[in-house]
């Protein structure tokens, strides 16, 4: 189902998982992977108490048990993979897991959210609130939820936060088809011209915009 947004920007909340699965520091190897597999997804929130959470276990944090096997874990002959070479020896949730997590509140932009997870290389982050305690969890799949946004959607809010602001008395309008704005119509103050295709790309499911400035917009058939 199509998710239903209000006015840009949308927020973590807009799109998160609020249904998340998450374990105790003792859960043990095996059941983290088990989990993993059951619910199809990379990385595993470590709670403790009424839900705070403590540490992220991922792929990343089980995969050294595989990548060492054979290895004495406790035989630390590549200094420069200490961390690695510890976790190939850890058997539950609280030796494995990055701490302190990388965590998103519920307020943050969805350009924050990706930012975080781009400069630090995940692929989910865990929701909290400011107490610590988790909300919910939000992917990269979830943040490219927007761009399931309807065209009319879309081009409803640029003619609300774009046009009415910029060209209130002007014949421009703007089109949208597959996520891409195009302004159409006389512009003479070609000034804003940019302040306009800046404002219509910050609106969330808007892949491209474009400017014809020529000529109005041909009327719908």
Do not use: C, N
Not at 86 to 102: D, F
Not at 111 to 132: H, T
Not at 159 to 178: D, H, K, M, N, W
Request: charged share 25%; glycine share 6%.
């Amino acid at each position: 189902m199509t998710a239903e947004f209000g006015a840009s920007p949308h927020t973590v909340s807009d799109v998160m998982t609020h249904t998340v699965v998450s374990i105790g520091r003792d859960a043990p190897f095996k059941e983290i992977v088990e989990l993993m597999e059951q619910w199809q997804i990379s990385a595993l929130p470590v709670v403790e108490g009424e839900g705070r959470v403590i540490g992220v276990v991922s792929e990343a944090d089980l995969l050294p048990k595989e990548e060492f096997r054979g290895d004495r874990p406790d035989r630390l002959s590549q200094p420069q993979r200490l961390s690695d070479l510890a976790k190939a020896g850890a058997v539950t949730a609280g030796e494995l897991m990055s701490t302190p997590a990388v965590t998103v509140h519920p307020d943050a932009t969805l350009a924050q959210a990706a930012r975080i997870m781009a400069v630090r290389k995940v692929k989910r982050l865990p929701v909290i609130d400011q107490l610590g305690m988790l909300q919910g969890v939000v992917s990269r799949s979830d943040l490219l939820k927007v761009f399931l946004r309807p065209d009319d959607d879309i081009a409803a809010e640029v003619a609300r936060t774009v046009i009415a602001y910029l060209f209130p008395r002007q014949t421009v309008t703007a089109t949208v088809e597959q996520g891409t704005v195009t302004f159409h119509g006389p512009m003479p103050d070609r000034t804003l011209v940019p302040i306009a295709a800046r404002l219509a790309q910050a609106v969330e499911g808007v892949v491209d915009v474009h400017m014809d400035l020529s000529q109005p917009a041909a009327p719908a058939r």
